[in-house]
């Protein structure tokens, strides 16, 4: 055996299905890997905060993003362009804090690596040393190709996300569906091709027609993450609070709500307030002498 060659552990470590196979030490890009090629197909849910990424480690999801989504989702802003890196560095932290199998991927947000592979470099320097993350993320193929090639040669793990970038929310004019006809496809093609060439160890797709994700799935050698890209994906990924139910009003077409946890919490916020209005709480097991 050569000093490049893995030893047997790491072999076995590497095709160890990632449900229930890996269950003292994190998850790493080689058991990515390794599931795409034996045709295992995982979930990633986006986290925020320690206690909701405690329950979704504890429940074997082998992936976590604290994604910049939390923008819209707890932070009050109406789309992902505000968040900065302070609050992705804070997130991540908590992120990390809570959990200690699953492979936690933070997103670089709008305006922390555009500018140049330098500034890139940078700031995911800040999560990786900071917060304690696996791997960053960050939107753009063949724009974003030379920031990837400078982390994944620097030694940061990169996740890419093409297709529908939220940050670009305002360049597309809202949230359209991507890759579709046939120009459109051959770019999203190009994108995923230079994504993976550049070194990334795998690729969101984001409200891409579920041919062509199944065609890029296909001819890409890393996985792929659906979200609104179908079912050949070798990966799928929803936000936490719409798969949950405790988004208010629509979620968008690719959301399965798996819970309704927003009439949970108001129902339980309801019944405190009748209690303590009527005199039934405390009662005398909740109270000191």
Known sequence: MNASSPSPAQDRASTATLYGGVTNRRITVRDLAAAKQRGEKWSMLTAYDALTAGVFDE???????????AGNCHLGYETTVPVTMDQMVMLSAAVVRGTKRAMIVADLPFGSYQESPAQAMHNAARLMKEAGVGAVKLEGGERSARSIEL??????????HIGLTPQSVHAFGGYPVQGRGDEAAHRLLRDAKAVQQAGAFAVVLEAVPAELAAQVTEQLSVPTVGIGAGVDCDAQVLVWTD????????????????????AVLGDAARAFAEDVQSGTFPAPEHTFH
């Open 243 to 262: 798969f949950a139910g405790m988004t208010a009003g629509r979620v968008p077409k690719f959301v399965k709500q798996y819970a309704n946890l927003r």
């Open 59 to 69: 429940a074997g999801t082998p992936v976590l993003l604290v994604g910049d989504s």
């Open 151 to 160: 982390l994944v040669e620097a030694g940061v793990p990169v996740m890419a």
